[in-house]
């Protein structure tokens, strides 16, 4: 089983939109979570993180974890053609290490 | 030059050839990794170091050489590759391997796309 999921897409919406990208995972023995962008033909950023405990917002985005069903979100708002990119989803091995377990990412497209 | 530069971009090889892909970070970080990036599958570890020490290993095959002659420079010595191994190699660099993840985030290169024939 693995350990994050991620639909890999793409999803394509019209710009405007609000957007959902959601991963589930199987392991609820970790207190944060993060989101990484890619945009085509570069490395992967870190866009934000999020403790288990509840949601976090910067600016347009929204990163939310719901423990009960072990699924994590991100949401964008007024989403923009600059939106367009792979995220994806990652947790620690564990709280203390360095190490991460990775989504597969899921492609967005926002459409002008 | 700022961030994590890795050389060549892209790189086409026959499966006797042997080269090596470049990567250099200007962060001032300890930690240096190599990752593996195949369509619609996660990143995969390959090597970790940090202060110039191999810490990390994921089970990668030998055909994969990594070399870390100081901390702002990594390489990944390749040789007698598969087509299986065509991929985006990633690099990137973080602050050090005693923080968490979010503390210490990593910090990545556009990668090589590499291509074995």
């Known amino acids: 089983q693995k350990e994050v999921e991620q639909d890999p897409g793409p999803l394509s919406v019209p710009e405007g939109a609000i957007v959902s990208l959601n991963c589930t995972y199987s392991n609820s023995a970790f207190q944060y979570f993060m989101w990484y962008r890619q945009y085509s033909r570069k490395g992967p950023e870190l866009l934000m993180y999020?403790?288990s405990s509840g949601n976090k917002e910067d600016g347009r985005f929204t990163a939310q974890v719901d423990k009960s069903s072990k699924y994590i979100s991100l949401f964008i708002r007024d989403s923009q053609p600059s939106d367009s990119a792979t995220y994806l989803c990652?947790?620690?091995?564990?709280?203390?290490?360095?190490?991460?377990?990775w989504g597969a990412g899921t492609k967005l497209i926002i459409k002008p | 030059e700022t961030g994590v530069t890795q050389t060549p971009r892209h790189l086409v090889m026959g499966m006797t050839n042997k080269k090596s892909l470049k990567c250099e970070q200007h962060?001032?970080?300890?930690?240096m990794y190599w990752y593996k990036q195949s369509a619609k599958k996660p990143l995969e570890l390959m090597f970790v170091?940090?202060?110039?020490?191999?810490?990390e290993n994921n089970s990668v095959p030998s055909r994969f050489s990594p070399e870390c002659p100081n901390s702002s420079h990594l390489f990944l010595h390749l040789h007698t590759l598969q087509p299986e191994d065509s991929a985006l190699y990633l690099c990137?660099?973080?602050?050090?391997?005693?923080?968490?993840?979010?503390?210490?985030?990593?910090?990545f290169g556009n990668g090589t796309r590499l291509t074995v024939t």
């Open positions: 990137a660099s973080s602050q050090d391997l005693t923080s968490s993840s979010y503390n210490s985030p990593l910090h």
């Open positions: 990652a947790r620690p091995l564990t709280d203390s290490n360095y190490q991460l377990i």
């Open positions: 999020t403790y």
């Open positions: 170091y940090n202060f110039k020490e191999q810490t």
């Open positions: 962060l001032g970080h300890n930690a």
